[in-house]
């Protein structure tokens, strides 16, 4: 998520956020509860992003 959060240029706590109203970048959860692994794919923030970009033209 930092990783992830960088190249969107945004916190990892708005990326937290994101996740619990089911908005964002897609996400794969690796381990269960609140504390489990989370990891964002490079396709998945490039697919975000550009569909960001469509919104703000």
């Not at 190249?7 to 996740?19: D, E, F, M």
């Not at 990891?39 to 550009?50: D, K, M, N, T, V």
């Amino acid at each position: 998520p930092r990783e992830a959060a960088q190249l969107i240029r945004v916190t990892p706590k708005t990326l937290s956020n994101w996740r619990a109203l089911n908005i964002g970048p897609r996400y794969t959860k690796l381990s269960p509860g609140r504390g489990g692994r989370i990891r964002y794919s490079r396709s998945a923030i490039a697919e975000f992003l550009s569909v960001r970009e469509g919104e703000v033209a």
